[in-house]
Every structure is written in C-alpha cells, then in structure tokens.
C-alpha cells in the first residue's frame, strides 16, 4: 500500500471530493488500478493523475466491490 497514494487521498478527503477514506482492501486495490492505468508503480503513477482521475479510480473500485458483495 502506498503512502504517497494515502496522503492524495487524505487529501481528496479533506477537499470533500471523497465520501470517506477507503479501507485497506480498497486502498490495495485503488494501487493495482493506478499501476494498470498509468503503467508506473503507483507512486510514480499518482503523480501523474488529477485529482478527478484518481476520484474516477476510487469510485471504480468501490463499485466493483459492491457488486462482488452483492453476488456474493
């Protein structure tokens, strides 16, 4: 999990663009997206994101979640 990664999402928090700081498995998860996106390691990667990207990744995650919960 990445500390650069947290600390743009404290962030986005903190400017009320997220609706609570994702969890650990979310945050695990939000990585993998931002390494698959910009083909960086994450914290290199998440320079690269505006803050309206990295929101889009973040609501992504949280969304193929619930749908995991809700077949599950």
């Given at each position: ?11 986005l928090l903190f400017n009320k ?17 931002i390494e698959h996106v910009t ?28 749908k995991v919960e809700v077949y599950?």
């Amino acid at each position: 999990m990445s500390r650069v990664v947290l600390e743009r999402l404290t962030l986005l928090l903190f400017n009320k663009a997220l609706e609570g700081i994702p969890d650990h498995d979310e945050r695990v998860e939000i990585d993998r997206e931002i390494e698959h996106v910009t083909h960086k390691y994450c914290d290199e990667g998440v320079k690269q994101l505006t803050d309206e990207q990295l929101k889009e990744i973040v609501e992504r995650v949280r969304r193929r979640k619930k749908k995991v919960e809700v077949y599950a």
